[in-house]
């Protein structure tokens, strides 16, 4: 059974999860009511999954993330129904949203939110005509992560696939890209196996949605080494040349990969009332 | 020497601090332009020092207190000078605010942030005369904790001092305080030390302006034992049966005791670009 699903094409994995009812998709229409016409759409696609912290990290992140024009937020948890502490926090939110689900399969230990981040790029692809889709871009937007809402304006424009500096990535205090003298791309700044096909962390790159729905079959793999889940789907989608530096051509940190401490809850035997969501 | 300011009074402390010019005082009227009249003004006052993770987390509290009106953040810094990150970070923050720095002696290694919180009192009481203050409330709200919005509209209508449950405090999902049927407080639902005066963490409570300038002496003391600066402080103003509770009645949780870890850095000797600040 493990091995089964470690193997199984990420793509059929998406599909049997859409029969089995894992995910839930909804109309577009019913959604995109505001948001001005004359600014591209952000799809940050989130990934979930329940623990102590859960409710405080998207609290944290929906505080930064209220503040963006045009956002629209895929929040796609990792359990096999969608749970009323996520549920009621987004309505509440007061951000546009889309609620998704899907269980990452109990053979499957290793990049977790892969699944997740798949159901998220299915939805759009689900949700939109390449004809008719709007000008937008997506952007993996993990709910630990710290982001000045810089970030957010240089990635509104992108052509194809945008990158910049992630904070606290590859044990260093940033990562990032190599430019050549005319400003693009010509290799990554990182010490943590730079010979990857696209040495970029997750928090490091966005894409324009037309090139998602022009690349169906783009997904993050399962069957990677670790390291080469960004590089999985970028492959499909770019050559290195097509890369648009952002944040003052890679000299500024807008963005960091911040963990939260699992919180001391040792005098929690039956103590607190469990009526009461933290 | 280090027992000499572990037993100094503070008061005399921050005395030595202002002589030695160690803090910036600015006028009031130079910062109050706007801030709606009707509103009682939030004065948050944050302590922070220089670590890896300063200006992740200065960017990510700010994103939190960009969104509360009438809000004037206090930030004081544990440095001899004022650093240009902080001062360049307030600046680019859009938040009205009062930068401050002084000094932890080297002999002082307990209560982190307690000189710092009394020179954001001292501010307040430098700046402010009691009968021409503004309607105001006063938190101490540390650069890590996670916040919903909503607390500060709980607290912003502070008589003398409110109290609130704090997630992730004293080793449990939430610290709280019983309240009595007739919804007054009558004691602390927490695990570590119930005996302290006030077992209140520093993220659980508000107080009044107008109460820290009629009560001048009132400061977090440094020569008591771990857990009972709060009560320290707390003992000067209020007793129990003024304490007013909110997050309905006490039964949500609007506020986090969050931690980051500190970010791996192991491979970043001499590896990145010391100019970029991050």
Redo the contacts between chains.
Sequence with gaps: MRFKFLFFPTGILLCLCLYHGYISVFSWDELSEAASPSLPIIFAITPTYSR??QK??L??IA??F??IPAFHWIVVEDTNNKTSLVTNFLKSSGIQHTQLCVKTPAGVTKARGTLQRNVGLCWLRETFQLTEAPSGVVYFADDDN????EIFEEMRYTNKVSVW?V??A?????E?LVLNDAGKVKGW?V??DPSRPFAIDMAGFAVNLDLILEKPRAIFRLDVKPGYQESSLLQDLVTMEDLEPKANNC???LV??????N??????QH??DRN???
Aim: aromatic fraction near 14%.
């Design positions: 102590p912290v405080a990290e609290t944290r505080n930064t209220r503040q710290t982001y000045n809402l500096p904070g606290f590859g044990g260093l205090r940033y990032s700044r010490r943590y000299t500024k940190v960091w990969h911040t963990k939260t401490l919180p001391n809850l040792v005098g929690d103590f607190t009461i969501e933290v």
